[in-house]
């Protein structure tokens, strides 16, 4: 069972290219999301989506943009990279039908991004 | 304004003794919270929760406790296990936030356990 499978694992960018990140979930999920890792900053939300055809900013939204494809499926799009942007990017997925005490995310293994 | 903070970047413990992290909140509408651990070049996983209306939470070597006077709950691991070195995160959500659910995370605990 594979999970959530994010691509590509590493990404190195220049100033001002563009690039799509990509997430899969093959647990049935409804509810999909972005964080961003930096050293000392713990793991910020970027956007969510609480089911196919819905999309939510969360605390870091600026510069990134998300489409939910389908119920498997959601990319983080960067239009303009910036080196603010340099981190690890991870997706993560949760299902509705999961009991109330054990609301959980599961995780993908993430895509270190670097833009120079 | 950091709504989870875990305060201490880093803590060492020697292996077979008792390894307590904390974690504190701001944010009176959290009524669940989770522990991840997270192993370097890996995505993070879930450990263990507890929700609002419980005090303790067990399962095996783990056990978190929930202080909500406070707004603080701890992570106990024993005995601590060198295999049990990773970043620790905080987690918490608001859960009547319904099909909005999400977990605002601290910035995470380094735990090093020594042989």
């Known amino acids: 069972n594979a999970g959530v499978t994010q691509t590509p694992k590493f990404q190195v960018l220049k100033t001002g290219q563009s690039m799509t990140l990509q997430c899969a979930q093959d647990?049935?999920?409804?509810?999909m999301y972005w964080y961003r890792q930096d050293p000392g900053m713990g793991l910020r939300l970027i956007y969510y989506?609480?089911?196919?055809?819905?999309?939510d900013k969360g605390e870091v939204p600026n510069g990134y943009n998300v489409s939910r494809l389908n119920k498997r499926e959601f990319s983080l799009r960067l239009e303009s990279a910036a080196p603010s942007q340099t981190s690890v990017y991870f997706c993560?997925?949760?299902?509705?039908?999961?009991?109330?005490?054990?609301?959980?995310?599961?995780f993908g293994s993430g895509t270190q991004l670097s833009v120079l | 304004d950091q709504q989870v903070k875990q305060n201490s970047p880093s803590l060492s413990v020697q292996e077979g003794r008792i390894s307590i992290l904390n974690c504190d909140y701001t944010n009176s509408m959290f009524d669940y919270f989770l522990w991840y651990k997270k192993y370097p070049a890996e995505g993070p996983t879930f450990l263990i929760s507890i929700s609002s209306i419980k005090d303790k939470n067990e399962d095996g070597r783990f056990t978190v406790f929930l202080n909500k006077s406070a707004k603080h709950l701890s992570l106990h691991i024993v005995p601590s296990q060198p295999g049990d070195s990773a970043v620790y995160f905080c987690a918490a959500s608001a859960m009547r936030g319904g099909s909005n659910y999400k977990l605002t995370f601290g910035k995470g605990t380094l735990l090093t356990v020594n042989p």
């Open positions: 989506s609480a089911s196919e055809g819905t999309t």
């Open positions: 647990m049935n999920h409804n509810s």
């Open positions: 993560a997925s949760k299902g509705w039908d999961i009991p109330a005490t054990n609301e959980k995310l599961f």
